[in-house]
């Protein structure tokens, strides 16, 4: 169990490799807003909730790290939030408590690999944010808060 933190900031434009490639789009967040208290972290994957100010609160799996598959040069955090919305939301402010850790960030040797084991995070992620250890943080005030 790791204890829970906050970061926020307006969904930023990436590099358009999360839904193009993937098929699983990550929001962008602002790296340089909180590159302190990433650093603090272990590269890997991470699970939480996520609040979209005019939208809800959503469970989320996102990775934080350096992204080895695409050799990134700068530590991200990209979360990936466990709901259709059938639309993008590029400029909004998106709340996150991060409750929970699964994996090590890891290299994989296709891109199969790595989008398999994605969808496996995602069906770990969605399973234990319904464990009240994790399910009492949706309601967190941090989520709900504007700017
Ligand atoms: P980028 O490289 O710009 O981050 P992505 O291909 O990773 O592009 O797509 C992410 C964008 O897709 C988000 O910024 C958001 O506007 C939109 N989006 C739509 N649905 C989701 C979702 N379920 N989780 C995350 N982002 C989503
Ligand atoms: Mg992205």
């Known amino acids: 169990p790791i204890e829970p933190w906050f970061i926020s900031g307006p969904v930023i434009k990436g590099f358009g490799r999360g839904s193009k490639v993937l098929g699983i789009p990550t929001a962008n967040l602002p790296a340089e807003n909180f590159s302190d208290v990433v650093s603090e972290y272990t590269s890997g994957v991470y699970f939480g909730w996520a609040g979209l100010s005019t939208r809800g609160t959503y469970k989320m799996v996102m990775s934080v ?18 709901h259709n919305f059938g639309e993008d939301f590029y400029g909004e402010e998106l709340r996150l408590a991060i409750v929970g850790y699964i994996r ?14 994605i969808q496996e995070d995602g069906r770990i992620a ?3 944010l319904d464990l009240p250890m994790y399910a009492k943080y949706k309601d967190s005030p941090y989520l709900r808060n504007t700017l």
């Open 126 to 128: 969605e399973k234990a």
């Open 104 to 117: 090590p960030e890891a290299n994989f040797p296709s891109l199969e690999s790595l989008i398999e084991r």
């Open 65 to 82: 790290g350096w992204n080895p598959y695409f050799d990134n040069t700068e530590k991200t955090v990209e979360p990936w939030l466990l």
